[in-house]
């Protein structure tokens, strides 16, 4: 059986994200670095958001497409440059999506939809892009928290706990505390949402 657009689209996806030169390692495994993390999005996408539409399943799964290939010290190391950095990677996902969606025959209406939600566009207002930024909070919370708290002040672990809580939904937070934090990590959460 030919598989649909939408599995192409996601294969493609991940062919593009398995190239990744940077790899992360769970349980001995060593794994393409946005290849997992996109696996993962997909993985939270489904837990938070059950009945995600496909555009908002694409976008969540190309979310840091070939993100590697533009680094942060292509960028100066101060918030500004940060930013910059972060738009600058924002729009690359975004047309690189648009442009494996064109080769599996989406058309413009779809594609303009994807990328409206990688851009992550109206925020609050649109619930696809707030459902894509629930789910980037929750995997971060879920997958990277701890490992991020242990090389950084409890000051910025707050600081980044807050503003990670300022961007999410009710419905975000309700899951986020739902999530098996360690001890000390459960103390840092009620410490920024104090």
């Given at each position: 059986?030919?598989?649909?657009?939408?599995?192409?689209?996601?294969?493609l996806?991940?062919?593009?994200?398995?190239?990744?030169?940077?790899?992360?390692?769970?349980?001995?495994?060593?794994?393409?670095?946005?290849?997992?993390?996109?696996?993962?999005?997909?993985?939270?996408?489904?837990?938070?958001?059950?009945?995600?539409?496909?555009?908002?399943?694409?976008?969540?799964?190309?979310?840091?497409?070939?993100?590697?290939?533009?680094?942060?010290?292509?960028?100066?190391?101060?918030?500004?440059?940060?930013?910059?950095?972060?738009?600058?990677?924002?729009?690359?996902?975004?047309?690189?999506?648009?442009e494996?969606?064109?080769?599996?025959?989406y058309?413009?209406?779809?594609?303009?939809?994807?990328?409206?939600i990688?851009?992550?566009?109206?925020?609050?207002?649109?619930?696809?892009?707030?459902?894509?930024?629930?789910?980037?909070?929750?995997?971060?919370?879920?997958?990277?928290?701890?490992?991020?708290?242990?090389?950084?002040?409890?000051?910025?672990?707050?600081?980044?706990?807050?503003?990670?809580?300022?961007?999410?939904s009710?419905?975000?937070?309700?899951?986020?505390?739902?999530l098996?934090?360690?001890?000390?990590?459960?103390?840092?959460?009620?410490?920024?949402?104090?």
């Amino acid at each position: 059986m030919k598989p649909t657009r939408f599995e192409t689209a996601i294969a493609l996806i991940d062919k593009a994200n398995s190239e990744d030169v940077n790899f992360y390692e769970v349980s001995g495994l060593q794994y393409a670095k946005e290849l997992l993390y996109s696996q993962r999005m997909t993985r939270t996408l489904l837990e938070f958001a059950p009945n995600a539409s496909k555009a908002l399943q694409i976008a969540a799964r190309a979310q840091h497409i070939c993100r590697w290939k533009i680094a942060r010290k292509e960028y100066p190391m101060d918030r500004v440059g940060y930013l910059k950095w972060r738009e600058t990677l924002k729009r690359m996902h975004a047309d690189l999506t648009v442009e494996i969606l064109k080769k599996v025959g989406y058309d413009d209406l779809f594609t303009d939809r994807v990328k409206a939600i990688v851009l992550k566009k109206l925020i609050k207002k649109n619930e696809e892009s707030q459902a894509l930024e629930d789910t980037i909070c929750l995997v971060f919370l879920d997958y990277y928290f701890e490992e991020f708290a242990e090389k950084h002040a409890d000051e910025k672990v707050i600081d980044i706990l807050q503003k990670t809580w300022v961007k999410m939904s009710s419905e975000g937070h309700a899951a986020a505390l739902k999530l098996p934090f360690s001890e000390k990590s459960l103390a840092l959460v009620q410490k920024a949402l104090a």
